[in-house]
């Protein structure tokens, strides 16, 4: 039983302490604190085992033996009754009699126990999270030295154990760039943290590897820094990956660069974003000048943009958000319009809203001049056929109309010498006769247009033949009041030609140009070297040719004429005897001042062609 000794004590430990029960070697309560019966109830004269968890039973980590044994003892237990969890401390308590009792302090620490597990599930958390993390996660010390560090962290910077990467000196053995080490060292110093900080480490083997570095400083308890940690993000992959799109982005812009057709691309608003290099020489406006500065209706006529962007939008003309192979114009910087084909296309984003547009042009330049020079040929090839349809039956006419003109040409002169001279009949008789000679010379044309003088060529000196032709036409230039004024070039080199057909061309030249003269004027004729070919330019002061004319004088029975004077086929001849002959013939004129042929032939080389 507990005597008036244990009761004092009792009193003194009911004053500083919260609960704490007591009993007999017989396990039954002997003495309660309040708060132990406000716990667990009343229990005085219970045994204890029922009082704590109502049973019959001893409980099963009961360590009364040793405490009545003379042990105090002090454990954790969680008792199930109350479902806590207290911190008991058991000593024995020696009574006058010789008894022994045993008393029991309870402290309830159930909070605190799950506080420490939250504390353990924590540090287990975030030494697994610390250890299977894909980054690099480090703690250092201020001095340079790794306190801990992942396996992702060992894995990326190639090393083998723990041990081994802790023993490195990270300013000399991490970094690639001392200078890197101390600037993360001042921005940390400073904030107190660094954020994304691009740097370059060392692998173990020393081949360098890009970082993405994040750190953060660690305190002491006088709040000075003691060391780092953060986390090191290998930016190998993204490198790669920005290099491939870099590549990429550079292929497809050398793509539009260097395509052979023109590729605009705008904003919604039309301002220009794309302008390769094709744009600018069929434009002529450098990127410099378009890009962000111009907007493309300055590029098309008026109205047009506002027109291309609703076919664009439109079902009919390649589908809504496309327009294919459409005909335009652009209005090029110095003015000029350029016809062309335009195919373009809406650009849209992620969401299928209208971002920009883009349109390649194909200048059409090429192509019509092609196709002009296709009809010019087929009208040639027509013009051709014509000519020598027309020359096989001009050769049949002339033949049988010859023989008759000569009949009518000798009768006239028989007739001429029976009629004296100054008979009015005699003047009738020269006008027919006269007629007649003009129709034979007619004829011979037509001969010469269906069938060319076959005279073999031979190298010529254009200078005599034409001092031969003007000698005998100056007469009859002096009498229509036509002077001559000659410039030839004395070192002229030789030609490989007809003489016959190259006579007949100066003829016809000079024949137009006196009948260009009726009331008199200048004959200029020149003869010069420029380069490989002899370029003669046979020019007259006389009424000049309409500019609607310019292009037909050399088509076959086209002329400007009076119908007594010639039926259009001088020119057309001389134009074939010239090409014939691998040259060409221009003309310039301008009406009431004048016209200038000019002839160019290839020179001699010493041997026929």
């Not at 330049?365 to 296709?374: A, H």
């Amino acid at each position: 039983m507990i005597d008036e000794k244990s009761k004092n004590l009792l009193s003194f430990f009911e004053s500083i302490m919260d609960s704490f029960y007591v009993i007999g070697e017989n396990y039954v309560v002997e003495y309660m604190s309040d708060s132990m019966t406000a716990q667990f109830g009343p229990g005085v004269g219970k045994k204890c085992h029922e009082l704590l968890h109502h049973s019959e039973e001893i409980c099963s980590w009961c360590r009364a033996p040793e405490v009545f044994a003379g042990k105090g003892v002090r454990w954790e237990q969680h008792v199930a009754g109350v479902d806590r969890t207290f911190d008991l401390v058991e000593f024995p308590l020696k009574n006058s009699d010789g008894s022994v009792s045993k008393i029991t302090f309870f402290r309830d620490i159930t909070e605190q126990v799950k506080a420490e597990e939250r504390m353990r599930a924590s540090e287990e958390d975030y030494r697994r999270l610390f250890e299977h993390v894909g980054c690099g996660v480090f703690i250092s010390t201020k001095e340079g030295k790794f306190l801990d560090a992942n396996q992702a962290l060992l894995d990326m910077l190639g090393y083998e154990s723990k041990e081994e990467f802790l023993k490195i000196n990270i300013a000399k053995d991490l970094y690639l760039r001392f200078e890197d080490r101390r600037r993360f060292q001042q921005m940390i110093e400073k904030d107190g943290r660094v954020i994304d900080f691009e740097v370059e480490f060392k692998r173990k083997d020393g081949t360098p590897i890009p970082i993405l570095l994040t750190g953060h400083a660690r305190y002491d308890q006088h709040g000075e820094i003691v060391g780092y940690e953060g986390i090191n993000v290998d930016l190998s992959q993204r490198r790669h990956m920005e290099r491939e799109l870099e590549e990429a982005h550079d292929f497809l812009n050398k793509l539009v660069m260097s395509s052979p057709n023109a590729i605009i691309a705008t904003d919604l608003k039309g301002e220009i974003i794309i302008w390769n290099r094709a744009a600018r020489e069929a434009l002529g406006y450098s990127a410099e000048e378009v890009l962000g500065k111009m907007n493309i209706s300055q590029i098309y006529p008026e109205g047009v943009a506002k027109q291309v962007m609703k076919m664009m939008r439109a079902p009919e003309y390649g589908g809504p958000g496309r327009l294919l192979s459409y005909p335009i114009v652009y209005v090029r910087r110095d003015g000029k319009i350029i016809e062309g084909n335009l195919s373009a296309a809406i650009i849209y984003d992620a969401r299928g809203e209208e971002m920009a547009t883009v349109g390649i042009f194909v200048d059409l330049k090429e192509r019509l001049e092609m196709e002009s020079k296709l009809r010019n040929t087929q009208e040639q090839l027509l013009q051709s056929e014509k000519l020598a349809a027309m020359g096989r039956l001009t050769s049949q006419i002339a033949h049988e109309l010859n023989n008759p003109l000569y009949g009518i040409m000798n009768t006239l002169e028989l007739l001429k010498s029976e009629v004296p001279p100054q008979s009015k009949r005699r003047k009738i008789l020269e006008m027919a006769l006269s007629e007649t000679v003009r129709l034979t010379d007619l004829l011979k044309k037509m001969l010469s247009f269906s069938k060319p003088d076959e005279e073999e060529k031979q190298p010529v000196d254009i200078n005599i033949i034409l001092d031969e032709i003007l000698l005998l036409v100056r007469k009859q230039l002096h009498e229509n009041s036509i002077k001559v004024s000659t410039s030839l070039d004395e070192g002229l080199a030789k030609v490989y030609a007809s003489k016959n057909q190259l006579r007949q061309v100066f003829l016809n030249m000079i024949s137009n140009a006196r009948d260009a003269m009726p009331d008199g004027g200048t004959l200029t004729i020149n003869t010069k070297s420029i380069r490989d070919n002899i370029h003669i330019e046979v020019a007259d002061t006389g009424v000049g040719i309409r500019e609607e004319h310019i292009n037909k004088i050399f088509d076959a029975f086209f002329t400007t004429k009076d119908g007594t004077k010639g039926v259009g086929l001088g020119l057309s001849v001389c134009y074939g005897f010239i090409k014939e002959h691998g040259g060409d013939i221009r003309v310039s004129s301008k009406k009431g001042e004048g016209t200038t042929f000019t002839i160019i032939l290839p020179k001699y080389q010493d041997k026929a062609p």
